[in-house]
C-alpha cells in the first residue's frame, strides 16, 4: 500500500466533509478502475482488474483495497486527511496526479490538473518475451505453472519506527565524504545518493556478526520508467512504473568500504536501466512471475509536491508518508532544514542501527 497523510489548518468541519464527499465523486469518475477488484487470470498468472462497469459508490470504495481514505479532525479546527493506496495500481507519481486531481474536484469549477493515462497495455510484455539481461533485482525461483505472482508477507514480527533526521550540515558532511575517493566518471552527489547509502549501510550492519560476514545485503533504488522506454511513458501515465534498481554487496565488504563506495554504488544502479534493460525485466516477470528481491528498499519523497496542492481550504501545513509494516522500505522526504529518512525495522536491528547511524552522519568540527 502507498499510505499518506496531509495535515491542514483550522476549518469548518462540514466543510471538510462537503468538499472531500463531493471531490472524491467527481474524480473518482476518472479513476474508475479503482472500484474493480483484483482476480488473478489463469492462463498468464498475472493480477487483472476486473471491472463490471457498476455505478461507483464513492462511500463504499473507501474501505475497499483499493483506495482507503479518512478524515481525523482536532480540537484546534484543524484536521488530517489519511489515504492508503494499493501500489499494484499506483506508483509515488500516480498518486501524486490523484492527489492533485482530487484538489481540483474540490472546487466547484475547476477542471482536472491532469488527465490520467490509464492504459496498462503501455507497460506490457512484448511477444513473445525474452529477457535479455542478468536480473539481480528478482529472486530466482522455479514457480509451478499457473500459479500466480508471489506476494510478501508483511505481518508477523512486530517493527519499530523512528525517523532519522539529518540537517543541511550532516548532509553537507556526508557529500564531503562522498567524494573522497569517488569515481570522477560517477554521476553529481545528489542528497538522495548519501542519504540512501547512509540508511542501507544502516540496514547492512544492524545485524552484522561474525558469523554473517558473507551474507550479501541488496539495496533497491526505486526508479520512474516514464522518461526511460522508447517511446517514453506519458507524464500522464497512471500506474505502477517504478523498478528496483539492486546493488549488492557483503556486509564485510559495507563495514570495511569508504562511505563514497556506498555512494557510487547506489548512484550506478539507476544508471544500468535503460530502455532495453526494464523491458527485459518487464518480460522476465511475464515468464517466470520473478518477486522482487527485497531486503532493502529506499523510496525518495524528495521531489513529491503533495505539499503544494492547494485545497479550498489552502495548502497543507505537512504532507508525508505514514508508518508502514514493510519492514523492507524506508521512505526520504524533506523537512525544515534537511530531509527525514522514516525506517521500520525488528526491535533489535533498529537498536543496533542507531550507532552505524550515529557514526556516519555525526559531524566533527
Same mark, same amino acid.
Given at each position: 500500500?502507498?499510505?499518506?497523510?496531509?495535515?491542514?489548518?483550522?476549518?469548518?468541519?462540514?466543510?471538510?466533509?462537503?468538499?472531500?464527499?463531493?471531490?472524491?465523486?467527481?474524480?473518482?469518475?476518472?479513476?474508475?478502475?479503482?472500484?474493480?477488484?483484483?482476480?488473478?487470470?489463469?492462463?498468464?498468472?498475472?493480477?487483472?482488474?476486473?471491472?463490471?462497469?457498476?455505478?461507483?459508490?464513492?462511500?463504499?470504495?473507501?474501505?475497499?483495497?483499493?483506495?482507503?481514505?479518512?478524515?481525523?479532525?482536532?480540537?484546534?479546527?484543524? +484536521?488530517?486527511?489519511?489515504?492508503?493506496?494499493?501500489?499494484?495500481?499506483?506508483?509515488?507519481?500516480?498518486?501524486?496526479? +490523484?492527489?492533485?486531481?482530487?484538489?481540483?474536484?474540490?472546487?466547484?469549477?475547476?477542471?482536472?490538473?491532469?488527465?490520467?493515462?490509464?492504459?496498462?497495455?503501455?507497460?506490457?510484455?512484448?511477444?513473445?518475451?525474452?529477457?535479455?539481461?542478468?536480473?539481480?533485482?528478482?529472486?530466482?525461483?522455479?514457480?509451478?505453472?499457473?500459479?500466480?505472482?508471489?506476494?510478501?508477507?508483511?505481518?508477523?514480527?512486530?517493527?519499530?519506527?523512528?525517523? +532519522?533526521?539529518?540537517?543541511?550540515?550532516?548532509?553537507?558532511?556526508?557529500?564531503?565524504?562522498?567524494?573522497?575517493?569517488?569515481?570522477?566518471?560517477?554521476?553529481?552527489?545528489?542528497?538522495?545518493?548519501?542519504?540512501?547509502?547512509?540508511?542501507?549501510?544502516?540496514?547492512?550492519?544492524?545485524?552484522?556478526?561474525?558469523?554473517?560476514?558473507?551474507?550479501?545485503?541488496?539495496?533497491?533504488?526505486?526508479?520512474?520508467?516514464?522518461?526511460?522506454?522508447?517511446?517514453?511513458?506519458?507524464?500522464?501515465?497512471?500506474?505502477?512504473?517504478?523498478?528496483?534498481?539492486?546493488?549488492?554487496?557483503?556486509?564485510?565488504?559495507?563495514?570495511?568500504?569508504?562511505?563514497?563506495?556506498?555512494?557510487?554504488?547506489?548512484?550506478?544502479?539507476?544508471?544500468?536501466?535503460?530502455?532495453?534493460?526494464?523491458?527485459?525485466?518487464?518480460?522476465?516477470?511475464?515468464?517466470?512471475?520473478?518477486?522482487?528481491?527485497?531486503?532493502?528498499?529506499?523510496?525518495?519523497?524528495?521531489?513529491?509536491?503533495?505539499?503544494?496542492?492547494?485545497?479550498?481550504?489552502?495548502?497543507?501545513?505537512?504532507?508525508?508518508?505514514?508508518?508502514?509494516?514493510?519492514?523492507?522500505?524506508?521512505?526520504?522526504?524533506?523537512?525544515?532544514?534537511?530531509?527525514?529518512?522514516?525506517?521500520?525495522?525488528?526491535?533489535?536491528?533498529?537498536?543496533?542501527?542507531?550507532?552505524?547511524?550515529?557514526?556516519?552522519?555525526?559531524?566533527?568540527?
Amino acid at each position: 500500500m502507498f499510505p499518506l497523510s496531509i495535515f491542514s489548518k483550522p476549518t469548518l468541519i462540514f466543510l471538510q466533509k462537503l468538499w472531500l464527499k463531493m471531490a472524491l465523486e467527481r474524480v473518482l469518475v476518472h479513476y474508475d478502475f479503482l472500484a474493480g477488484r483484483f482476480k488473478l487470470n489463469p492462463q498468464s498468472g498475472r493480477l487483472e482488474i476486473d471491472c463490471n462497469s457498476a455505478e461507483l459508490v464513492s462511500w463504499w470504495l473507501l474501505q475497499s483495497v483499493r483506495l482507503m481514505s479518512w478524515v481525523t479532525s482536532f480540537k484546534c479546527g484543524g +484536521f488530517s486527511i489519511g489515504m492508503s493506496m494499493n501500489h499494484v495500481l499506483l506508483d509515488s507519481v500516480s498518486a501524486q496526479i +490523484f492527489i492533485e486531481n482530487l484538489a481540483t474536484q474540490a472546487f466547484y469549477d475547476k477542471p482536472l490538473a491532469i488527465i490520467p493515462c490509464n492504459d496498462r497495455h503501455l507497460l506490457a510484455a512484448r511477444s513473445p518475451p525474452h529477457g535479455e539481461f542478468p536480473h539481480p533485482e528478482l529472486f530466482e525461483l522455479d514457480l509451478p505453472a499457473g500459479m500466480g505472482p508471489l506476494v510478501l508477507n508483511f505481518k508477523g514480527e512486530e517493527s519499530d519506527y523512528t525517523v +532519522f533526521s539529518l540537517t543541511s550540515d550532516a548532509i553537507n558532511y556526508l557529500k564531503d565524504k562522498a567524494t573522497e575517493s569517488i569515481s570522477s566518471t560517477t554521476s553529481k552527489i545528489t542528497v538522495f545518493s548519501v542519504v540512501a547509502a547512509l540508511m542501507w549501510r544502516c540496514k547492512a550492519l544492524s545485524n552484522y556478526t561474525e558469523h554473517n560476514k558473507a551474507r550479501v545485503s541488496t539495496l533497491l533504488n526505486v526508479v520512474d520508467l516514464r522518461s526511460r522506454l522508447n517511446p517514453p511513458l506519458p507524464n500522464s501515465y497512471c500506474g505502477n512504473a517504478i523498478l528496483g534498481a539492486a546493488s549488492s554487496a557483503t556486509c564485510e565488504d559495507i563495514e570495511k568500504w569508504p562511505f563514497s563506495r556506498m555512494v557510487e554504488m547506489v548512484v550506478e544502479a539507476p544508471e544500468r536501466v535503460t530502455d532495453e534493460y526494464a523491458k527485459s525485466v518487464i518480460d522476465c516477470l511475464e515468464i517466470n512471475k520473478r518477486p522482487l528481491r527485497v531486503e532493502y528498499m529506499v523510496n525518495s519523497w524528495l521531489r513529491m509536491r503533495f505539499g503544494e496542492v492547494v485545497y479550498p481550504w489552502g495548502k497543507p501545513v505537512h504532507s508525508g508518508p505514514v508508518v508502514s509494516h514493510m519492514k523492507e522500505a524506508c521512505w526520504i522526504f524533506p523537512d525544515v532544514d534537511g530531509v527525514n529518512a522514516l525506517v521500520s525495522l525488528p526491535a533489535k536491528e533498529m537498536k543496533d542501527s542507531w550507532p552505524a547511524f550515529v557514526s556516519s552522519s555525526t559531524i566533527h568540527h
